[in-house]
Each structure stands twice: as structure tokens, then as C-alpha cells.
């Protein structure tokens, strides 16, 4: 038998044993499922942040709040990021100074209270949004080399029991069973390195982005305690 053709990728795989062959697959599925989820993420962040650019350059632009308020929630979309948390503050600083005009004895602290807690709600939404995804990254990233490493050793071991019962090993009794031990290893990383890299790209723009969200918090908090 000639090693040479039987040391191609397909028939490595198909000549491991069942265990390793098992761990390849989950390693497989695996990295489809976080290449799955680097793609949304990919668009779900661009969306978002070009949802704060445009959100910004509205509020920032010198035009009455009531009325962008009013545009905000009369629009067919759910507001998301920004726009979200400048609704919950607003709507909540209105409800609450309608409060306060009817009870004189209500402080202007309370308002702003009650505002910051909506907001806060608010952003914690964006954040669980913004997050989807990245711990199932994290996880593929940190446990698949040690999947594939599981496989490998598997594989090495049934190779070794193999040759226990050959009078001589030679290179090429030995050679086939450890590199097709040493393919799960490969799919490992290969499931693994993607998901590092994409998990510390997302990770890095959802901060961006949350800096972003509680810098705005604090000025429009700002803006409303001068309006109270």
C-alpha cells in the first residue's frame, strides 16, 4: 500500500476511529455555528453604529427634543441604541415632571432620579443586545484546541494499542494513525482562531459603543436637569 496516497485530508478523516471522528464533527458544527454568528455580528454592529452617528448628528443638530421624541416613537421601527435610551430618559423625565408640577413638595433630584434609572434600564437592553453572541465566540475560541487536542490523544492512543500487537513498527504503520489523530487537533484551531479574532474585534466596537451610550447619558442628563 502506498502511504503517500492514502495521507490525503478526506482519507484521514474517514479512516479515524469513531471517537475522533465524533469529536471532528462537533468541532465542525461548531465552527459553522461562530461563523454564523460572525457575520450577524459583523451587520448588527455596523447597524448600530451607524445608528448612533445618525441619531447624534439629529440631536446634536439645535432642533426641539419634544419634537424628535415625537419622531422617535412615531416611527414604524423599534427604537434601538441610542435612540432607545433617549426615549426612556425623556419619556420618563415628562412623566415625572408632570408629577412633580402636580405635587409641589416632589424635588427636582427625584426627576432626575427616576430619568437616570429609565436610561440606565435602557442602555442594560443595548448592552444584552450588543452582547449576543460573544460569550458562544468566547467559548469557541477558549475550549475547541482542547476538543481537538481530546481527539488527538484519542487517536494516538488507538494508534499505539494498534501496534502493540506488531512484532516491528515501521514509520509506515505508525505515521497514518497519529496524523489522523493530529487532524482534530487541526480543526481545533481551525474552528478556534476565528472566534479569538472575531470575538476581541466585536468586544472592541461594543465598547466604542458603550462609551459612546453613557457619554450621551451624561450630557443629556445635563441637558434635562437644566430644563427641570
Keep these: 500500500m502506498n502511504v503517500t496516497n492514502d495521507m490525503s485530508i478526506f482519507t ?4 479515524a476511529s469513531l471517537p475522533v471522528q465524533v469529536v471532528m464533527l462537533i468541532l465542525l458544527l461548531t465552527s459553522l ?7 450577524i455580528k459583523v451587520f448588527s454592529l455596523k447597524a448600530a453604529a451607524e445608528n448612533v452617528d445618525q441619531f447624534e448628528a ?30 426612556a430618559g425623556l419619556k420618563e423625565f415628562i412623566r415625572h415632571k408632570q408629577q412633580k408640577d402636580a405635587q409641589k413638595d416632589a424635588e427636582i433630584s427625584d426627576v432626575m432620579e427616576a430619568t437616570r ?22 467559548s469557541v475560541g477558549s475550549v475547541s484546541p482542547y476538543i481537538g487536542l481530546f481527539g488527538t490523544v484519542w487517536g494516538i ?5 494498534g501496534l502493540s500487537n506488531v512484532a516491528q513498527a515501521t514509520l509506515s504503520q505508525v505515521a497514518p494513525g497519529i496524523a489522523e489523530a493530529l487532524v482534530a487537533t487541526a480543526i481545533g484551531l481551525f474552528a478556534a482562531i476565528p472566534a479569538v479574532i472575531a470575538y ?3 468586544a472592541a466596537n461594543v465598547d466604542r459603543l458603550l462609551v459612546r451610550y453613557e457619554s450621551f447619558m451624561e450630557e443629556f442628563t445635563n441637558i434635562l436637569q437644566r430644563r427641570a
Design 157 to 161: 492512543m488507538n494508534s499505539f494499542r
Design 200 to 202: 476581541n474585534r466585536f
Design 58 to 87: 439629529q440631536f446634536w443638530s439645535g432642533g426641539d427634543l419634544n419634537e424628535l421624541y415625537e419622531r422617535i416613537g412615531s416611527g414604524r421601527k423599534v427604537p434601538q441604541g441610542m435612540a432607545s435610551i433617549f426615549q
Design 12 to 15: 484521514l478523516v474517514s479512516g
Design 117 to 138: 434609572r429609565a436610561m440606565r434600564a435602557a442602555y442594560n437592553r443595548e448592552l444584552d443586545y450588543l452582547d449576543s453572541h460573544l460569550p458562544f465566540l468566547a
Design 33 to 39: 455555528a461562530s461563523w454564523w454568528y460572525i457575520f
